[in-house]
């Protein structure tokens, strides 16, 4: 099992930034990816972001292109996720996650998540 737990969300004013942390844990070894998704009320879990654990490749949705960045940090079984121009919309719980398979914006293609951290964006 490969347990994840994140950490640094908040509240913050549109036009800001915020940086969320996922640590990994627990069996870690295989893990090809780890990515961030995000839920907000009453919608779907949609994906946001992933990196390649080995080559460090990384993939956006359109929606945050530009204004996010997901990096990690291999020695501390970390990812990350800086969040810059922070808009209303972008109110939500984020979840780490981390598949031993391939990138994929399904979420049934990710086998291991965290317990999401809470993100308000204030218009």
């Known amino acids: 099992q490969v347990q994840l737990v994140e950490s640094g969300g908040g509240l913050v004013q549109a036009g800001g930034s915020l940086r969320l942390s996922c640590a990994a844990s627990?069996?870690?070894?295989?893990?090809?990816?780890m990515g961030w998704f995000r839920q907000a009320p009453g919608k779907e879990r949609e994906y946001v972001a992933a990196i390649t654990w080995s080559s460090s490749n990384t993939d956006y949705a359109d929606s945050v292109k530009g204004r996010f960045t997901i990096s990690r940090d291999n020695a501390k079984n970390s990812v990350y996720l800086q969040m810059n121009s922070l808009e209303f919309e972008d109110t939500a719980v984020y979840y780490c996650?981390?598949?031993?398979?391939?990138?994929?914006?399904?979420?049934?293609?990710?086998?291991?998540w965290g317990q999401g951290t809470q993100v308000t964006v204030s218009s």
């Open positions: 627990g069996r870690t070894f295989g893990v090809y990816a």
């Open positions: 996650a981390a598949t031993k398979r391939y990138i994929d914006v399904n979420t049934y293609s990710w086998a291991y």
